[in-house]
């Protein structure tokens, strides 16, 4: 089992930024990709960026790259989500997530974090 911890999440305002943690336990961080998703509400969960295990490759949802960045401290089992330039339309509940190498799936999830954006 991976136990995730979202922290970081707040109020801000439009064109701020915040800096998204994801804490994890329970198995070898730098064995899991990780992931970032978020949920607003009405609308299905949506991916916003992944890395790689040791975190020498990103992914990005086009609505968030230029301003999002992924990254990860295997020396501290966190993942982070830098969110610049932040939008009203990026208000959501903001969830990381594992995958074990080995997969092709995130199959660990964090409990979320809301963010909001006021414009």
């Known amino acids: 089992q991976v136990q995730l911890v979202e922290s970081g999440g707040g109020l801000v305002q439009a064109g701020g930024s915040l800096r998204l943690s994801c804490a994890a336990s329970g198995r070898t961080f730098s064995n899991y990709r990780m992931g970032w998703f978020r949920q607003a509400p009405g609308w299905e969960r949506e991916f916003v960026a992944r890395i790689s295990a040791s975190g020498g490759t990103t992914y990005y949802a086009d609505s968030v790259k230029g301003r999002f960045t992924i990254s990860r401290d295997n020396a501290k089992n966190t993942a982070y989500l830098q969110m610049n330039s932040l939008k009203p339309e990026d208000t959501a509940v903001y969830y990381c997530?594992?995958?074990?190498?080995?997969?092709?799936?995130?199959?660990?999830w964090g409990q979320g974090t809301q963010v909001t954006v006021s414009s």
């Open positions: 997530a594992a995958g074990h190498t080995s997969l092709g799936i995130f199959d660990y």
